[in-house]
């Protein structure tokens, strides 16, 4: 494993991390859950990111559970505050109140004095940005929050926090989750840039479009059994935005170029963003523990830019640029 600086500050991360949305508590049984974690900790990924909201609260518990008896000092622990984890008006948003309940409950179910990095899951319009960053450098203080990030935030929100942060002396965003990947480059005009100039890290989601980049789902034919794209329980909806016949037939486009770099198109795909330098980790799911063998194998892999243009040329006009898919919902979800 490589490791990387999460923006400009001195903590370290993997640079593939493991994440749990979508599988811990929902897709995958507990079993296979542990699994993947043993997994990645073999493989030397020190980094996990999770969020209060994910499986209804029940992944954090699922992570809690599977890192018990680790070093803690050994890993880099991340969740998140925002989306709803109840029915009432102040079980969600970044209000004081709400951030305070958050990270108390998540704590408790990572079974964890403190998490490394808190992170806003999206920007919540409806509260004012100085309540959020106070209430996060409280927590700061209070020992329970290492450092604080935010998700999906657009240039100018991330910009605003800064500008606060260093007025009223507030603790620095070191870090922003954004979706990346080589069909979802949105960040590249304005968040990079901003970003590289803050000392602000990316810690990229989705990496390989969800399992789309592996190229394992084939265009007019039915997914894979046992695949997000057949989940149920909420991956099938999340995954759907890929699912079309213009998108697969020319991700097929890229086995060849994987092939001639003895990579499989999982390494290929998380290889591609963590050539980025702003890139800091590259989080990477997973619903059985080959497919986090297989993915940590692109950590320090270098792509030249001759390949940097072939996969350009194979992907043409799918890929989307535009700044503006940056939302976060207007009033608060
Ligand atoms: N901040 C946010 O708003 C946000 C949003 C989404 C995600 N995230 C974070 O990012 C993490 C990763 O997101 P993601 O799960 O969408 O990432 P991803 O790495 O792009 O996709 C992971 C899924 O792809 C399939 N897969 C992975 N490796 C494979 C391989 N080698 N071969 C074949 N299939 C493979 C698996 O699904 P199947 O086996 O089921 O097909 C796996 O669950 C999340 O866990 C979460 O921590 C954050």
Redesign the pocket.
Known sequence: MEFRHLGRSGLKVSEISY?????HGS?VEEDAAKQCVQAALDEGITTF??ADVYAGTKAEEVLGRALKGVRRESLEIFT?VYWPTGPGQNDRGLSRKHITESINASLRRLQTDYVDLYQA?RFDHETPLEETLKTFDDLVRQGKVLYVGV??WTADQIAQALKIADEMGFDRIVSN?PQYSMLWRVIESEIVPLSEKEGVGQIV???????VL?G?YLPGQQPPEG??AT?AAG?SAMIARFMNDDVLTRVQELKPIAADLGL?M?QLAIAWVLQNPNVSSA??????PE?VR??VKAAGVKLDQDVLRRIDDALGPIVERDPAKTTSPRPRA
């Open positions: 994440g749990n949305w979508l599988t897709q990111d999770t998140k899951h998700s999906e989750q989601w989705s990496p390989i479009a969800q399992g592996t394992k695949s997000r989940d991956g499989s999982a989080i990477v799911g997973a619903s059985r497919q297989d993915n």
